[in-house]
Structure formats: C-alpha cells, structure tokens
C-alpha cells in the first residue's frame, strides 16, 4: 500500500482522475480516496493547509496502518528563480526513501533535489522569500511536509517529499495570500476574493495566467506521481 498527501484537492484532482477502480471512505475521521495504479493500491489524503489541520489528520490516517512507503505531494513556492513553476522538487531534507529510483523514473521531467522548508503562513513577499532562502538554505517552501515527516518519522514509514512549484519569486501571487485563501476556513472566500479584483481589476489578467499556471503544474505533478509509483519497489 502505498499513501499519497496532498494539502488540497486543487493539488490532487489531476492524479487522483488516473486511479483505478476508485472509492472513498472514512476512517478515524478522515476522508479518503482509495484506488489502484497498476495493480498498486493508493489511498490518498488531503491534509489540509498549515500545522494544525496537518497534525491532526496525518495522526489519524497513520493510526493502525501500515503503508510501504508515503509520498508528501502538492504545491510549494520557490524560493528562488532558479526554480520555475511547473518544475519538480524532491525535498532532500524530509525524504527518507532511496532517491536514485525516484530520480530516475523522473529523469524526462524538470526535477530538482533540494532542501524544503514548512513554514506557518504563505509567502507573497519576494523580499520575505528571500530572506527565507538566505537564513535557511531551502530552494522552496511549503506548509505541511515538516508534520508529514515527523508523523512518518514515529511510525517508521519511508517517506518521499515531491512538491510541484507554483509560484516563485518573478511569478508570485495575483492576489495577497489572505485573499486567495482563508486558513482558518480551509477555503477560498469568493465573496472576499471576488471584491479584491473588483477594486483592483487591472490584476485579472494575473489570475487568469496563475489559475492556467496552477493547471499546468498540477499535471505535471500528477505525471510525475504516476512515474513514481510505477517505478516502486
């Protein structure tokens, strides 16, 4: 068996329409979505952005299981511009597994092996990312793979961190952050996102190149997903 996060199902759509014989179900209070690729069986779960959600719901889906191995996959923001959106970064600091399979069943994609940083809010600053990048050492950020990792790490689960980027520094976001989305609701609010482009319209052309940004990169993403379980052990 092997598990596949994502934070949302905006990350997870792409991969999760190429399982197999899918069903969902809920188990210790997590929803999940079950399914086959190749004869392999996946169980997919969204959890959720930022740490609170992230430890609440990685603790119960690895309640009482057993998982071959785990990959923590979605969306991160570059910190730099030597990465660009849509390419792929294997987070060398959170992943445990052997990376010569994983990097050789990606070798036809834009693939990075880099440090990954979880941070607590997102970055919409080029100034604050870089800081970010200089203090740290990462080349991307993300909100949850530091609580995925150390969940893996109690129940002795392999674990590979595969992050797609979304947005880098020359390529940041249409909107604040607070505006595109609303953690404490674990949502979008369209009604606040909806005033923000109204009162500023000259950054709808900027939303509509991120949202096919985003449709990219989650294909990417779901590609390489795929790559990466058929090539599994």
């Known amino acids: 068996m092997i598990a596949v996060t994502f934070a949302l199902p905006a990350e997870s759509s792409g991969f999760v329409r190429r399982l197999h014989k899918q069903t969902r179900s809920d188990r ?29 719901r990685i603790a119960n889906f690895l309640r009482d299981q057993e998982f071959n191995y785990l990959i923590s996959a979605g969306f991160a923001g570059a910190l730099n511009d030597r990465l660009q959106a849509g390419d792929l970064l294997i987070a060398e600091n959170f992943s445990t597994v052997q990376l010569t399979d994983a990097r050789s069943a990606l070798s036809t994609l834009p693939i990075h ?21 200089q203090t740290t050492g990462a080349a991307a950020v993300d909100m949850e793979t530091e609580f995925i990792a150390r969940a893996c790490a109690e129940h002795g689960i392999p674990l590979l961190s595969l992050r797609a980027i979304s947005d880098a520094p020359r ?19 369209m009604a606040k996102l909806m005033r923000y482009f109204l009162a500023h319209p000259h950054r709808i052309p900027h939303l509509i190149q991120f949202a096919r940004r985003i449709a990219r990169t989650r294909k990417t993403l779901a590609m390489a997903l795929i790559e990466v379980v058929r090539s599994a052990p």
């Open 28 to 56: 210790n209070g997590v929803r999940l979505i079950h399914g086959e690729i190749d004869n392999r069986a996946i169980e997919v779960l969204h959890t959720g952005v930022g740490e609170k959600v992230c430890r609440e």
């Open 113 to 133: 092996i880099a440090d990954l940083v979880t941070v607590p809010l997102m970055i919409d600053s080029t100034e604050e990312r870089k800081k970010i990048a």
């Open 171 to 189: 390529e940041i976001f249409p909107a604040p952050a607070n505006v595109l989305f609303d953690i404490e609701r674990q949502q979008t609010q």
